[in-house]
C-alpha cells in the first residue's frame, strides 16, 4: 500500500524504543554495582518505570493494529461497494466508438 503510516504505529515504535533504552539503563545500573543507591529505590523507580512503557507499548500496539483492521475493512468495503464498480455498460459507454 501506498498510504501514510499510521501515527499510531509510530508512538508504538517510540514507546518501544524508550521501553529498550530505559531496560539497557537498568541493567548497565544493575550490573555497574553501584552502592550509592544501597536502599533499592532506583530499582523500584526503575520497575515502575519499565511497567509503565511496557504497558503503553502493548496499549499502542493494540490501538495500532484495531486502526488498521479498520481502515483495512473502510477500503476493502469502499472497493466493493456498487456505487465504485463500473458495469459492462459503463464501460462501453466511456470508451471512444469506431464510427
Known amino acids: ?3 501514510s503510516v ?3 504505529f ?3 515504535a517510540v514507546a ?3 521501553f529498550i533504552v530505559t531496560m539497557f539503563a537498568y541493567l548497565v545500573s544493575a550490573l555497574s554495582g553501584d552502592s550509592r543507591q544501597a536502599d533499592g529505590s532506583q530499582d523500584q523507580v526503575f520497575g515502575v518505570v519499565l511497567l509503565l512503557e511496557a504497558a503503553a507499548t502493548i496499549v499502542l500496539g493494540v490501538l495500532a493494529m484495531a486502526l ?3 481502515q483495512s475493512r473502510r ?3 469502499e472497493a466493493t461497494s456498487p456505487s ?3 458495469t459492462a455498460d459503463d ?3 466511456t470508451e471512444p466508438s469506431n464510427s
Do not use: P
Open 1 to 3: 500500500m501506498g498510504g
Open 6 to 8: 499510521n501515527i499510531v
Open 10 to 12: 509510530r508512538l508504538t
Open 16 to 18: 518501544a524504543a524508550l
Open 68 to 70: 488498521d483492521q479498520r
Open 75 to 77: 477500503i476493502k468495503s
Open 84 to 86: 465504485r464498480q463500473r
Open 91 to 93: 464501460v462501453k459507454s
